[in-house]
T-cell receptor, first 115, second 115 residues
Framework: DTGVSQNPRHKITKRGQNVTFRCDPI?????LYWYRQTLGQGPEFLTY????????KSRLLSDRFSAERPKGSFSTLEIQRTEQGDSAMYLC?????????????FGDGTRLSIL | AQSVTQLDSHVSVSEGTPVLLRCNYS??????LFWYVQHPNKGLQLLLK??????LVKGINGFEAEFKKSETSFHLTKPSAHMSDAAEYFC?????????????FGSGTRLQVQP
């Protein structure tokens, strides 16, 4: 169990640019989640995959955001035409099983700063 | 809909004294409840989880929490605080109210430990 890995750890970019983050979940975990955390707040759910299928998207996930998990392993989160309000920590989590009581294991996050 | 309320945004204790972090939840179904801890610029680490077995749940690092259905509470306690316990703590609920698999986080409690 090498844990959930996220890259990059930090991303600084100018407003209007596109950014892409990667998440590698724990290898046997079939579920993968993306969350966004702004300063002083708890994480907020963005989207969720079971294997390669994206099963749920939050209203927070505007049309500038897209997430993929093409082979049911790693996932990418892309933000197009970034805005100041996109500045946040983006957290990825993974879990195993079909029940909601299975704990989610989090990566260390990608901190995005928009100049 | 499910929700969770952390009653204190900041708690300060002296090293060696007890810790109490308060959490109340709302859920139409029997919830799964978790406590996570987050150290600065890091992801979230699972402290403990409640999944309808024993109402007193023991976690890592000496933390424990008691599920009280009549009070809809899931408070986190530790008999003796250590300097390394200083961090942000999140009470989290997961359930089937809306068929969602994602976690709903409280707003967090920042624990300070004074020497």
């Amino acid at each position: 169990d090498t844990g959930v890995s996220q890259n990059p750890r930090h991303k600084i970019t100018k407003r209007g640019q596109n950014v892409t983050f990667r998440c590698d979940p724990i290898s046997e975990h079939n579920r993968l989640y993306w969350y966004r955390q702004t300063l002083g707040q708890g994480p907020e759910f963005l989207t969720y995959f079971q294997n390669e299928a994206q099963l749920e998207k939050s209203r927070l996930l505007s049309d500038r955001f897209s997430a993929e998990r093409p082979k049911g392993s790693f996932s990418t989160l892309e933000i197009q035409r970034t805005e100041q309000g996109d500045s946040a920590m983006y957290l990825c989590a993974s879990s195993l099983g079909l029940n909601s009581n299975q704990p989610q294991h989090f990566g260390d996050g990608t901190r995005l700063s928009i100049l | 809909a499910q929700s969770v309320t952390q009653l204190d945004s900041h708690v300060s204790v002296s090293e060696g004294t007890p810790v109490l972090l308060r959490c109340n939840y709302s859920s139409s179904y029997s919830p799964s409840l978790f406590w996570y801890v987050q150290h600065p610029n890091k992801g979230l680490q699972l402290l403990l989880k409640y999944t309808s077995a024993a109402t007193l749940v023991k976690g890592i690092n000496g933390f424990e929490a008691e599920f009280k259905k009549s009070e809809t509470s899931f408070h986190l306690t530790k008999p003796s605080a250590h300097m390394s316990d200083a961090a942000e703590y999140f009470c989290v609920v997961s359930g089937l109210d809306t068929g969602r698999r994602a976690l709903t986080f409280g707003s967090g409690t920042r624990l300070q430990v004074q020497p």
